[in-house]
């Protein structure tokens, strides 16, 4: 199977003899990304040491940690263990079956309940809005998760741009759809195109990013290349891939998983252990990399960020 995932590109010059020490910091200033800037990005440089053999993307990530202490989980578990519906319900097969899948140039309407509706490309969101690392716990709903060193931008940059208006507040986002080149969307088991949706101040909280990339290099297809959504503190299925649509509204959005099972994956989706999915606990995860599991976390880590979001909600019934 062929890797999609691009490395970084570092110039021979930077790696002169067998064992080079760079800096995190320098690595990704190399590699074009403006890190540093997240509050959740630890600012203290990793000092490394490469060598010629090693693969210097591996051997400089490994090193990569969030802000609980928590290794990012490896590359190749990242871009081959996938859900994506849009090609196959099996997560080995998704990365295979996405390779010819074409996600530049890319393009993303934003629209609706704003004073200034328009198309963005992502060559120009990333221009405009310089990406940075994100190091975000990702938490399945099926009861696994990982940590991905994101490249992405806050979405309320982008809501900023185009005034969204007083009554606006909600925010729908929908997947391209590509029967063609996405297997998965030429059987109507599922009602595509996938859609997504949160409330404005989830939206506009600086957690939530429109992520363009991943390990400092680009977005692979398999993890929702174009663009996609990443709100860490919901269940990984809020987190919609391959974004082309973006429309501010003042109801509620109708959602793929809520449509389908409206019971089991509801509006909200906060990963919480104290709200059971009703047929598996959620008390538990099992990081991808690790054989035991390890307990939850409320919001999955993040309720300094975002509780206060939902301080006058019963999250048992709005889970
Ligand atoms: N369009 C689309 N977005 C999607 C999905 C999908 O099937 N289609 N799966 C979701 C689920 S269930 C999870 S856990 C994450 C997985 O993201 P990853 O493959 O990049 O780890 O993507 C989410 N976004
Ligand atoms: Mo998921």
């Known amino acids: 199977m062929k890797n999609v995932f691009k490395p970084v590109p570092i110039t021979s010059s930077e790696i002169t003899s067998k064992n080079v020490y760079i800096s995190r910091r320098d690595f990704f200033k190399a590699a074009g990304v403006i890190a540093g800037s997240s509050a959740l990005v630890s600012c203290a440089p990793n000092i490394v040491t490469t060598s010629d053999s090693a693969p210097i993307v591996s051997a400089v990530t490994q090193n990569l940690k969030d802000e609980l202490g928590e290794s990012v989980t490896t590359v190749k578990d990242i871009t081959n263990f996938n859900n994506y519906y849009e090609f196959t319900v099996s997560k080995e097969g998704v990365a295979g079956l996405a390779e010819k899948f074409q996600t530049s140039p890319w393009d993303v309407e ?8 328009r198309k963005f490309s992502v060559d120009d969101l990333v221009k405009k809005f310089q990406p940075e690392e994100r190091i975000y716990r990702l938490r399945c709903v099926e009861g696994w998760s990982m940590v991905i060193p994101w490249v992405g931008f806050p979405l309320a940059k982008l809501l900023e741009e185009v005034e969204p208006t007083l009554d606006a507040r909600y925010v729908r986002f929908e997947t391209v759809f590509r029967p063609e080149e996405m297997p998965g969307q030429k059987q109507a088991v599922y009602p595509w195109p996938y859609q997504e949706g949160l409330r404005l101040d989830e939206a506009l909280n600086d957690l939530t990013i429109l992520a363009t990339g991943l390990y400092g290099g680009e977005l692979p297809a398999q993890n929702g290349g174009g663009i996609r959504l990443v709100v860490p503190w919901k269940y990984g299925f809020k987190s ?8 501010l509204t003042s ?7 809520n449509t389908i099972a409206p019971n089991e994956y509801g509006f909200y989706s ?12 959620q008390s538990t995860e099992r990081r991808i990399g690790e054989v ?8 999955n880590g993040y309720a300094e960020q975002v509780a206060h979001l939902y301080e006058v909600m019963d999250l048992k019934v709005n889970y």
Request: no cysteine; glycine share 2%; aromatic share 10%.
């Open 110 to 117: 934003v629209y609706g309940l704003v004073n200034k509706p």
């Open 240 to 247: 919609i891939k391959a974004v082309i649509k973006i429309e």
């Open 251 to 257: 109801a509620q959005p109708s959602t793929l998983w």
């Open 270 to 281: 906060n990963v919480n252990p104290n709200v059971d999915h009703p047929r598996w606990s």
């Open 292 to 299: 035991s599991r390890r307990d939850t976390l409320l919001f």
